[in-house]
C-alpha cells in the first residue's frame, strides 16, 4: 500500500523524502478525479454550446474599482485557513500525529495562519490597485456555461465533502453523539452518496441562478461523474483506506500479507487466534493491546464472510487481499517493518474499491460511446443513475455496512440510495422519452 507519496518514492525510486508524507496518495487521488471529470464537463459543455443547447448569459462588471473589504477579508481568510493547516504542518504539528490526522484535526499554527492570510490579502489588493482606473467603468462580458466549470467544481469538493461527512455521522450517529467534535474532524468517514445529493443541491442551485439549463447540464456531467469516482476509487485501493469488503474464508494470509488457500477450519482458527481483533477492535503487540480498528462484532460467530476461490485464469488478490501498511494502520504488526504504517489485516477481504474502478471505468466507457447518439435530454443522466445504482447494490453484497429496518425490509443506506438512484433513473428515461414522443406527435 501507498498510504502517501513518501512509501510511492521509497518503493519505485528508493529515496526516502519525509516531507512527502502529508501528501496522501487518497487525496490525490480525490483531486485528480475532480481535475478529470472537470476537463470531461468542459467539453461536453462546449460540445452542446455548440449544437444551440446552452446559451451564453451577460453580466455587467465593474473594472476599475480598488479592493474592497470584503475581497480583502474573504481571500485573508482562505489565507488564513490554509496557513493554519499547511504551513502548522511544518511549524505546529506534534510528532506523535500522522500529518493526515492534524489536517482533519482543530490543531494548527496561528502563526502561519496570520502570515499566509496578509501574503494572500497584499496580493490581492496588489492586483486591483494595478488595474485602478481614476473613473471605474462598468462592462458587459458574456458568460458560457463552460466558463462556470470552476464554480462548478468548488462547489462540488466543498459541498461534497460536507455532505459525505454529514451522511456517514448519520448513519454512524451514537459515535457522532459520544464523540461529535473527534468524528466531524476525523480523517475518515465519508459517504459518497451524501457528498452527491449535497453536491447535487448546490450546483442545482447555481445553475437555477446562473440560467444554465439543469437538463444539459446533469446530461454533460454524467460521464464526468462517473469515471472521477472510479479514480477517486483509486485512492481508496492504493492507500488501504479501510473501504473494503467483508473477509473472505477461503483465504488465510500471513502476518506479512500473504495469501494462501485455507484448509479446514484455517479461517476459524484465524479467527479465535486473533478473537480481541474481531470482538474490541484490538491487536496485541507484544507489550500491550493497541486499538486499531472499529469494525467490531458482538460474537465470532458474526464476523461477515464468503467463501469464494478465485478462477485459475485470475490473481487471487483479485479476490482475497489483507492491505499491507494500509493508512488506517488497521491490522497487526507486520515483522521488521518500524514505518508509521506498519500493519495488515489479519484476515485477506476481498478489495472491493478494485472492484468498482473496474465496473465504473466500464459504465465511463459506455457512457462517453452513446453521448453524441443519446438525443433526448436527461436520458443520459437517467442512464447513468440507474448503473450507478445497480453497481453499488453489487458491492454492498460485499461491504459490510450498517443495517437499517426500512418498510419491513434490512437495507443499509447507501442500499437504500442506491434504489432510489435506479428507480429516479427509469423515471427519468420514461419521462425523456414520453417527451420526445409527445413532440413528435
Known sequence: MYPNLYYVFKDWFGVEWEALSFLNTFGLMVALGFLVGAWLLSLELKRKEKQGLLHPLEETIVVGKP?????????????????????????????????????????GSFTGGVILALVIAGVK??????????????????????????????????????GAKLFDNLEHWDDFWAHPIQSLFSQSGLAFYGG???????????SIKKKITIKYLVDAAAPALIIAYAIGRIGCQISGDGDWGIYNSAYVSDNFGRVSI????????????????????????????????????????????????????????????????NVNTDGILIPKITDPHNRVLPQPVFPTPLYEII??????????????????PLTMFGIYMSLNGLERLFIEKLRVNKFYNILGFQSTQAQFIAILLILGGMVLIMYSQLKLKHKES
Open 67 to 107: 479592493a474592497s473589504f470584503i475581497e480583502l477579508f474573504s481571500n485573508g481568510l482562505i489565507g488564513f485557513i490554509f496557513g493554519y493547516k499547511f504551513l502548522g504542518l511544518f511549524i505546529s504539528k506534534p510528532d506523535n500525529i500522522s500529518p493526515q490526522e492534524f489536517i482533519f484535526s482543530s490543531q
Open 125 to 162: 489588493w496588489n492586483e486591483k490597485n494595478k488595474q485602478k482606473l481614476k473613473e471605474p467603468e462598468s462592462r458587459i462580458i458574456r458568460i458560457w456555461p463552460h466558463d462556470r466549470v470552476g464554480d462548478i467544481v468548488v462547489l462540488g469538493l466543498v459541498f461534497g465533502i460536507f
Open 196 to 206: 452527491l445529493i449535497v453536491a447535487s443541491i448546490a450546483i442545482i442551485w447555481y
Open 262 to 325: 485455507a484448509n479446514k477450519g484455517a479461517f476459524e482458527n484465524n479467527l479465535n487466534l486473533y478473537s480481541t481483533y474481531y470482538l474490541e477492535g484490538k491487536v496485541n503487540d507484544g507489550d500491550k493491546l493497541s486499538y486499531v480498528t472499529d469494525r467490531i462484532y458482538p460474537s465470532i460467530k458474526e464476523v461477515p464472510h464468503k467463501s469464494i476461490i478465485a478462477p485459475s485464469f485470475l490473481p487471487v488478490w483479485l479476490f482475497a487481499y489483507s492491505y499491507p501498511q
Open 359 to 376: 465496473i465504473c471505468s466500464i459504465l465511463f466507457t459506455i457512457l462517453w460511446w452513446k453521448r453524441k447518439t443519446i438525443k433526448t
